[in-house]
C-alpha cells in the first residue's frame, strides 16, 4: 500500500484482557515504531526496530508490553493483562532508515472498560 | 534529553486571519525539527521539516516554519487559515544520531471560526 496501516482501528476490550495491535510499514522502510497518545497529550515513544538489530525497548512502560517485527514486515504490539490505563490511541510509523522522516499509520484506538 | 514545549494548548482563529503556533525545544545538538498535524480520527501528517540550511522552511497546505537557533524555536506560521485547517498540531524533535524517537509536544489545538 501508500502509506502505514494499522489494525483494527477500534479495539474495545476488558480489563485482564489481552490484545494484539498489528501495523505494516511502508514497503522498503527499514525502521519502525510505536508511539502511544493519551487523550489530550502528545506521542509517548514505545519501541523502536531497525532492521535486523535488536530493538529499541526502552520506552515501554512495563513488562505487559511487548512487540515482535518480522524482519522488515509486519509488526504486532501486544498488551497482556490490559489495564484501564492503557487506553489511548497506538500509533505505528516507518521510516526509510534510522533518521529518516517518519510517516505515521492512522492508529489503534483502545478502550479498556 | 530532548523535550519539546508547546505553550499554547488551544489557539482559535477566524477564517482568512494569520496563524502561529509556537514551538520551544531542547536539545543538546542542531536537532531535526518537524510539524506534523493530526485531523480528527486520522493519523499524524508531516507538514514540514528542518534538517539544515536555509532556516525557513516551506511545507504544504501553505504554511511555513522558521528555525531560530537562539530563541530554542521552530515556530508554524500560514498566512490565511482556511476552515479544513481545524486540526491538532504538534511539534516534534529527533531523530539524531543514536536517539532514533521522535520527542513530541503535547499539541495545539486549533478551532477556525467563521
Known amino acids: 500500500g501508500a502509506g502505514v496501516s494499522q489494525s483494527p482501528s477500534n479495539k474495545v476490550t476488558e480489563k485482564g484482557k489481552d490484545v494484539e495491535l498489528r501495523c505494516d510499514p511502508i514497503?522498503?522502510?527499514?525502521?519502525l515504531y510505536w508511539y502511544r497518545q493519551r487523550l489530550g497529550q502528545g506521542l509517548e515513544f514505545l519501541i523502536y526496530f531497525q532492521g535486523n538489530s535488536a530493538p529499541d525497548k526502552s520506552g515501554l512502560p512495563s513488562d505487559r508490553f511487548s512487540a515482535e517485527r518480522t524482519g522488515e514486515s509486519v509488526s504486532t504490539l501486544t498488551i497482556q493483562r490490559t489495564q484501564q490505563e492503557d487506553s489511548a490511541v497506538y500509533l505505528c510509523?516507518?521510516?526509510?532508515?534510522?533518521?529518516?522522516?517518519?510517516?505515521f499509520g492512522p492508529g489503534t484506538r483502545l478502550t479498556v472498560l | 534529553a530532548q523535550s519539546v514545549t508547546q505553550p499554547d494548548i488551544h489557539i482559535t482563529v477566524s477564517e482568512g486571519a494569520s496563524l502561529e503556533l509556537r514551538c520551544n525545544y531542547s536539545y543538546g545538538a542542531t536537532p531535526y525539527l518537524f510539524w506534523y498535524v493530526q485531523s480528527p480520527g486520522q493519523g499524524l501528517q508531516l507538514l514540514l521539516k528542518?534538517?539544515?540550511?536555509?532556516?525557513l522552511v516551506q511545507g504544504i497546505k501553505g504554511f511555513e516554519a522558521e528555525f531560530k537557533r537562539s530563541q530554542s524555536s521552530f515556530n508554524l506560521r500560514k498566512p490565511s487559515v482556511h476552515w479544513s485547517d481545524a486540526a491538532e498540531y504538534f511539534c516534534a524533535v529527533g531523530p539524531h544520531s543514536n536517539d532514533y524517537k521522535l520527542s513530541f509536544g503535547a499539541g495545539t489545538t486549533v478551532t477556525v471560526r467563521a
Open positions: 510509523a516507518s521510516s526509510l532508515g534510522a533518521t529518516d522522516t517518519q510517516y
Open positions: 514497503s522498503g522502510h527499514t525502521a
Open positions: 528542518y534538517f539544515s540550511g536555509d532556516t
